[in-house]
């Protein structure tokens, strides 16, 4: 009570005639309310006056300096504006970065003598035009660049010529210190060190945009970008794939490595590919990313899909059997199979001969709805979502009727982009989830709360069974590396060509999964239009070619991942099938 009654007083003593005016108007108890409002209003009303009159004296200020300091306020500026953050891969390594780089300017209202200048500026950098530098020189403007991303010595020789009104600005350059090793993944800037493509760009829409606009995006302030990809697999997966490419004279060869347990992208290259640091190669048609830009039919690989689907239905076990003792005609189409047993096939036995005959009619046992419901729900039929902005729709029939269910079971008719095939076949192996692909970093249990279950865990457990068996007995047998259980499906789909199916231009490709007991990664070796040789016997198709790369890759990336080389394993019923306890 003592307190309450002793410090009031004191704080009105203390307190200056204008803060008692306005306190008495605020708060005053016989001030009508009317009034009270009003000076609230106009209080807000000043200060707020008083905040803008400040920053347009700043900004007042910054215009008179420019006029004299033009370059320097513009060195620090202009380098802010452009500052992208580093990229790196899983462990570290940067794949893109910047560097300070000066760009040279000209202020036209400061120069003396225009010809001068233009003379003198094009002995130093004959790569100018005379003509439209004049111009620029002569212009009235008060800014006008001259030449980006200048070298040292440049630099020095312009800055000795000592001309009045020529200054240089420190810009930020983005450089890729792998050169093409991951160019497609990657992307690449604009010279203003805008992303214009691959995760660059993405980049550029996450926001870095509008950080730059707002001057936002300093050097300080930008934490790295960490990918999923791997660099040191990348190397050798580029690396076989350019071995192969030449080896088997193709037009192209593209391959990617993907965590089926966390859809984490940890390599991806497809060649030709360009190099980000000289951005012009990118134009190249032949040079596009075929891995999300193209779509293709991709063969009997996709008959992966067509078997789990029969599998997953309940209707269909792997004792199951349909007949191929003779072609499926359809229509005035027939089908026929490229090893002909010419007798009725189990489901091992069909996947393992890569029936055609018998996966049609598979397919068409379960009916064409149930079939294009199926592949939606796997991912096949609509547009694949990733980081990369590069991809592109697949192309699907826009009738479907029987005969399209018919060869689209063995991977024909239907044309996908290659990365989405990869996404279908590692939910078929990875328990029956449907992981979004990735190229960021992201954990088992991230992806998990993503993913969808689109098949049964006892189909997937069947389906390593079947990867497995044929890298025993099957079309990849020539896969096999020693030490790995491996598994995969071979895939030679006929290229369309004028219309038509052509018999010597191939799209080869093989899906290996490792290890096929345990799934952790899921290869994608795709060769286009490979040319049979000696020691392929005058064969193009996928296991003389693409399952022989996938095996070289294997070799070399499977240490780099820490998957340990066993021996001595049992066959694929007993360690898959037998140890999992699933009925045939």
């Known amino acids: 009570m003592t307190d309450i009654g002793f410090t009031a007083p004191k704080k009105k003593a203390t307190e200056s005639r204008w803060q008692r005016m306005v306190h008495t108007l605020l708060y005053g108890a016989n001030v009508d309310r009317n009034v009270k409002a009003k000076a609230r209003i106009g209080l807000a009303i000043i200060a707020f006056v008083a905040l803008y009159g400040i920053i347009a004296g700043k900004l007042v200020m910054f215009a008179l300096i420019s006029e004299g300091h033009g370059g320097r306020r513009g060195v620090s500026q202009d380098a802010i504006a452009t500052a992208r953050p580093d990229i790196v891969d899983r462990h570290g390594a940067i794949i893109a970065t910047d560097v300070k780089m000066p760009s040279l300017f000209a202020e036209p209202r400061r120069l003396i003598d225009v010809d001068e200048a233009t003379e003198m500026l094009t002995a130093v950098l004959p790569d100018l035009d005379a003509k439209d530098l004049r111009e620029r020189l002569a212009s009235n403007r008060g800014f006008a660049w001259l030449k980006r991303e200048l070298t040292p010595a440049q630099q020095r020789e312009i800055h000795r010529l000592g001309l009045p009104g020529i200054g ?51 050097d300080r302030l930008q934490k790295p970008v960490e990918l999923a990809l791997d660099l040191r697999v990348q190397f050798a997966l580029r690396d076989e794939l350019a071995k192969a490419r030449d080896k088997f004279s193709a037009k192209a060869a593209a391959g990617l490595m993907l965590n089926v347990n966390t859809g984490e992208i940890v390599a991806m290259a497809s060649e030709p590919d360009y190099d980000p640091n000289n951005p012009r190669e990118a ?30 239905s309940g209707r269909i076990g792997l004792n199951t059997t349909f007949d191929a003792r003779i072609p499926l005609r359809y229509g005035k189409f027939t089908i026929n199979d490229y090893h002909a047993q010419r007798r009725v096939l189990s489901i091992p036995e069909i996947f393992t001969y890569s029936s055609n005959i018998g996966t049609a009619r598979l397919a068409l046992s379960l009916g064409v709805e149930y079939h294009k419901a199926y592949l939606r729900k796997m991912g096949q039929l609509d547009r694949l979502r990733t980081e990369l902005p590069e991809s592109s729709e697949p192309i699907v029939p826009k009738r479907w009727g029987e005969l399209n269910t018919v060869t689209i ?27 979004p692909p990735t190229f960021l970093k992201r954990t088992q249990d991230e992806a998990r709360a993503l993913a969808k279950q689109v098949l049964k865990p006892e189909t997937s457990i069947k389906m390593r069974y079947l990867m497995r068996l044929n890298a025993e ?27 038509r199916y052509s018999k010597t231009k191939l799209l080869t490709d093989f899906m290996a999964v490792l290890p096929a007991d345990k799934p952790q990664y899921l290869l994608l070796i795709m060769l286009d239009e490979p040319q049979a040789t000696k020691e392929t016997h005058g064969y193009a198709t996928a296991g003389w070619n693409a399952a022989p790369t996938a095996a070289k890759v294997i070799a070399r990336v499977a240490p780099l991942l820490d998957i340990a080389p066993r021996f001595d394993l049992p066959k694929a019923e007993q360690a898959i099938l037998v140890s999992n306890q699933v009925a045939r």
Do not use: C
């Not at 939910?427 to 449907?434: E, F, S």
């Not at 007995?473 to 259980?485: E, L, M, P, Q, R």
């Open 473 to 499: 007995v099957g079309s990849a047998k020539t896969a096999n590396v020693d030490g790995y259980y491996i598994g995969g499906k071979t895939g030679t789909a006929e290229k369309v060509i004028n219309g």
């Open 283 to 312: 134009n190249d048609p032949t040079r596009i990313n075929r891995l999300t830009t193209g779509v293709y039919e991709m063969g009997s690989t996709f008959k992966a899909l067509t078997i789990a689907m029969g599998l997953d």
């Open 168 to 218: 240089f600005l420190t810009e930020n350059k983005r450089v890729y210190p792998n050169g093409p090793v991951v160019s497609h993944l990657i992307g690449h800037v604009n010279v203003d060190n805008q992303g214009i493509a691959g995760i660059e760009k993405w980049l550029d829409g996450q926001g870095l945009a509008a950080l730059h606009m707002a001057g936002l995006a300093t």
């Open 409 to 435: 079971a063995f991977g024909h008719g239907l044309s996908v982009a290659p990365l989405q095939a990869v996404m279908g076949v590692a939910a078929t192996l990875n328990g029956g989830l449907l992981i």
